[in-house]
């Protein structure tokens, strides 16, 4: 997914997230994904250093990846220029199926000798983990039959004539 906008100048060095995407189609609890910021100085006057990128889910959704940090030094931009940084994510393993906002705050300095700091905030969508499915019971009973025997009951009649027939063979 690739979201970008406009850019609007300024004199005042001001970095904002100008686009952003994913490496993923899809992101799905448990996944690792790489979420690529193009940052835009906005300034047509001066070039902005030591910017410090730092990435927060504040419902803990969205997290580093294993071995990764919130935070990324990225260096310089130029005056109206951009710069693309990839940062290592992870959707957490309980996310639900939802759109989560993560904030970007850059810190950074002008050439003015200034500290500045700004905020943007992207939205992701989130695909939950799907829940276990529960086992379904009946409540209606059942009875289970496991073995018939069958036995014939002879009367005495039925009995004096089988014994006749089997003197005749």
Avoid: W
């Amino acid at each position: 997914a690739t979201v970008s906008s406009e850019p609007t100048y300024s004199t005042t060095p001001k970095v904002v997230v100008q686009k952003f995407e994913s490496n993923k189609a899809s992101l799905t609890a448990g996944t690792k994904f790489e979420l690529g910021l193009t940052l835009f100085n906005t300034s047509v006057e001066q070039n902005i250093s030591n910017l410090v990128i730092k990435v927060s889910d504040e419902n803990g959704n969205i997290v580093p990846a294993h071995g990764s940090s919130t935070s990324m030094y990225v260096g310089s931009i130029t005056k109206n220029a951009t710069s693309v940084v990839t940062v290592p994510m992870m959707v957490a393993t309980s996310a639900t199926t939802q759109n989560c906002a993560i904030t970007v705050t850059l810190e950074y300095e002008g050439e003015d000798g200034e500290s500045y700091t700004s905020t943007d905030t992207i939205f992701v969508s989130v695909i939950g983990a799907a829940a276990p499915s529960e086992p379904t019971y009946s409540t209606t009973p059942k009875a289970i039959i496991k073995s018939v025997t069958i036995k014939k009951v002879v009367s005495e009649e039925e009995s004096a004539t089988e014994e006749e027939a089997k003197g005749l063979r």
